[in-house]
């Protein structure tokens, strides 16, 4: 600061200065306004309660064939545009839930639609190919040019899927592959005991092994990923699981800045715990083959861990022989101002596996090469993944690029977590404990009731919203969320908190 202050001492100077500051400014408005999508509307608009009647009609027909029970609204995908969905009864949302973080661009962004005016592009989408059998001419390409150039730093390998679940699913069994290869000695022959007993489910085939957790993590909905998902117990009645060492996460006092040493002990505590699961699991005879964590835990309540956490975690699974896996699939592609959430956290190497979907179009892990199967089949589907989704992919990855997105990102999302903080001073018996990085943002309630009571209230405000963990309201805006959408959305939850209070 005294350096500036000694190069404005004269009126010219200072004159020079605060031009080129006008001139930066200028090129940062055109840069924002770079990124919206002509045609979105003004704000949000509703024209009656809900769901409307038009969606409740068609919630009762879908009832017939499946459970209806988790739809709110049927959208009209054709009107909806940028950061605003619009139902099939004519109301506009501002939605800063993008389909559970899933919408890097918002609804019909233009450069998105003009991919499917190319018939090479169309062709693609029509032909979908079984990738681990027959890939295109131009997927190796593909692989290079659009998901290898966001690769995480230092991870090679790469295998495409189609969802998080099957991302997660997929990568697990990797990890124990590579596990029990290690265990071998690069040994790759099986013996005739291991091909056997793997038939029937048994070891030595079918090895004794576990993967860490964390409670309140989600990983997924499908067998394997759901034994490491801890965030509500409607995911996991009735179903059979393993038995796998489940990790505290740290649970912090907010503001951050005011209970540093209360939180540095959290973490403390919860890596003790970390290192003792690896010691009790190995007296089991269930060594712990990888850890599997969220960046933030999304589903479980938008909880964080310090960079200084990640860093000793990644030191324990090192130390214990361990693959450390960090589940990207809602933190990846951008929202938290990086394109990977982990790069905030400054670990000592890359990660060994990082797995992604949602904003990344696709579902799939990236590897250190070391954990690249060495025999065909191991990880298989038919489809692996879907070209088609890859160039929806580049074209997200070109907007983000020549719109500079990122900074976008963090730009709107000072001024929301701004707002939020400052609303949790103004309605303290309301709100707490506001958090996150980037647009990647969350608000404690003082219940779940007045979660969901103000998540209700935010949609007849025209705000659509969604709810994590107990008491949570997230925020996943798309990457083209501006400054004055983070406006309408703040003065419209100001509203509703000033109709509670």
Request: glycine share 8%; charged share 20%; proline share 5%.
């Amino acid at each position: 600061m005294a350096n500036i202050s000694n190069t404005l001492r004269t009126p010219l100077a200072r004159m020079k200065f605060s031009a080129r500051k006008l001139v930066i400014s200028g090129m940062q408005h055109l840069r924002l306004i770079s990124s919206l999508v002509q045609g979105e509307p003004k704000g949000p608009e509703i024209k009656c309660d809900i769901p409307g009647p038009k969606s409740k009609q068609l919630i009762t027909e879908l009832s017939v064939i499946q459970n209806t029970g988790s739809v709110q609204l049927f959208a009209d995908y054709d009107k909806s545009l940028g950061n605003y969905l619009v139902d099939v009864d004519g109301n506009v949302l501002l939605d800063v839930y993008t389909q559970i973080s899933s919408m890097p661009l918002g609804y019909n962004h233009p450069h998105l639609l003009s991919l499917l005016k190319d018939s090479h592009n169309v062709k693609t989408f029509v032909n979908r190919p079984a990738l681990g059998v027959f890939p295109g001419a131009d997927w190796t390409t593909k692989m290079h040019d659009v998901l290898m150039n966001v690769a995480p730093q230092g991870l090679s390998a790469l295998q495409t899927m189609m969802c998080g679940s099957c991302s997660n699913e997929n990568a697990y069994k990797t990890i124990f592959i590579w596990y029990r290869r290690v265990q071998r000695g690069e040994n790759i022959d099986f013996t005739r005991v291991e091909q056997e007993s793997c038939m029937v489910n048994q070891p030595p085939g079918a090895p004794d092994l576990s993967l860490m957790s964390f409670h309140g993590a989600f990983h997924g909905r499908t067998l394997g990923a759901l034994a490491t998902t801890h965030s509500k117990y409607i995911h996991k009645i009735d179903v059979p699981s393993f038995d796998w060492p489940i990790a505290p996460f740290p649970k912090y006092k907010y503001p951050l800045e005011n209970h540093v040493q209360e939180n540095q002990a959290e973490d403390k505590k919860c890596l003790e715990q970390v290192e003792d699961l690896f010691q009790k699991y190995e007296k089991k005879g269930k060594n712990v083959a990888g850890i599997v964590i969220e960046p933030i835990q999304s589903e479980g309540g938008d909880n964080e861990a310090s960079p200084e956490f990640f860093q000793n975690l990644q030191r324990i699974a090192k130390k214990n022989g361990a693959a450390l896996l960090i589940d990207e699939v809602q933190t990846g592609g951008g929202p938290t101002g990086k394109m990977w959430c982990h790069e905030h956290f400054n670990l000592d190497s890359p990660p060994d596996v990082v797995t992604f979907s949602k904003k990344m179009q696709l579902g799939g892990f990236y590897t250190r090469d070391e954990l690249k199967p060495q025999q065909a089949y191991r990880v298989f589907n038919t489809w692996m993944g879907d070209p088609g989704k890859v160039i929806l992919l580049q074209g997200v990855l070109d907007v983000i690029k020549k719109e500079n997105l990122l900074s976008v990102v963090q730009t709107s999302g000072d001024k929301l977590l701004k707002g939020l903080k400052e609303f949790q001073q103004e309605f303290p018996s309301l709100v707490n404990s506001a958090r996150g990085r980037g647009t990647f943002l969350a608000i404690n309630c003082a219940s779940s009731q007045l979660r969901d009571e103000i998540v209700g209230k935010l949609k007849k405000k025209g705000i659509q919203s969604g709810g994590c963990g107990e008491v949570a309201i997230r925020l996943r805006p798309a990457l083209i969320f501006q400054e004055h959408h983070a406006d309408i959305f703040l003065d419209r939850f100001r509203q509703v908190l000033l109709a509670t209070k």
